[in-house]
C-alpha cells in the first residue's frame, strides 16, 4: 500500500513538472526560432527600399530575390531546349503510320502512345492494341519501344484471351516508322537549307 501511494506521488509530480517546463520551453524555442534570424524579426526596412512597387520589384530582381514570367520565356535562357511534336520526325512518323487506330492515351512530354482495341469488320472478336515508348528523339532502330498486344474473345466478348505479339510485326512496325521519320527529316532540312 505504502508503495502504491508512493508511486501515484511520483507520477503526480512528473505531471507537474511536465506542465511547468512547457511554457519555458515554448519560449526557448521561439527564442531559438527568432535567432535564426541573426535577431533581426522577419520584414524589411522601409528605409532601403523605394515606394514605387515598379522600383522595389526592379530592385528585387536585381538582387535575385524574385523572377518575371517574362524572363523564364524569353529566347535567352540557358536551359535545355523543348521541342514540340511537330518538330519531332519520329513522333510524327509514329502518328501517321498508325493513324487508322484509335488513340487511348498520347502523352508527348512523357514520350509515350498507347492505341485503344483495334479491330477490322470482318472479325470482330480478335482485336490489337499498340504501345509505342520513345526512348531517344534520335532516328535509329533502338529509339522505339513497340509492343504489339492481341486479344481474341468468344463470340460475346467474354473469355478473352491477351497475348503480346510475334516480333515480326513490331520489327515491320518500327522499320516502317523509320523509314517515314528519315523522310520527315530530309524534308525539314531542306526547309532549312531554303530559308
Do not use: H
Not at 527600399?49 to 535567352?76: C, H, M, Q
Amino acid at each position: 500500500m505504502f508503495i502504491l501511494y508512493k508511486l501515484k506521488k511520483i507520477m503526480r509530480f512528473q505531471k507537474n513538472l511536465t506542465q511547468m517546463l512547457r511554457k519555458p520551453l515554448f519560449f526557448v524555442f521561439i527564442l531559438l526560432l527568432f535567432s535564426g534570424c541573426n535577431g533581426k524579426f522577419p520584414g524589411a526596412d522601409a528605409r532601403k527600399y523605394p515606394d514605387d512597387p515598379a522600383l522595389r520589384v526592379k530592385k528585387n530582381i536585381e538582387e535575385g530575390k524574385g523572377f518575371r514570367l517574362n524572363d523564364t520565356f524569353s529566347v535567352k535562357r540557358s536551359g535545355g531546349t523543348f521541342d514540340f511534336a511537330n518538330s519531332n520526325e519520329l513522333w510524327r512518323a509514329s502518328l501517321d503510320v498508325i493513324d487508322f487506330m484509335p488513340l487511348s492515351s498520347v502523352n508527348y512530354s512523357g514520350g509515350i502512345i498507347i492505341t485503344d482495341w483495334y479491330s477490322t469488320g470482318e472479325n470482330q472478336n480478335e482485336s490489337i492494341k499498340i504501345s509505342i515508348r520513345f526512348l531517344t528523339n534520335e532516328i535509329r532502330s533502338d529509339a522505339l519501344n513497340i509492343k504489339i498486344f492481341t486479344r481474341k474473345c468468344d463470340l460475346n466478348l467474354n473469355n478473352c484471351k491477351f497475348t503480346e505479339t510475334n516480333k515480326v510485326l513490331v520489327s515491320e512496325l518500327t522499320k516502317e516508322i523509320l523509314k517515314k521519320a528519315a523522310i520527315y527529316k530530309q524534308q525539314d532540312e531542306k526547309k532549312k537549307d531554303k530559308k
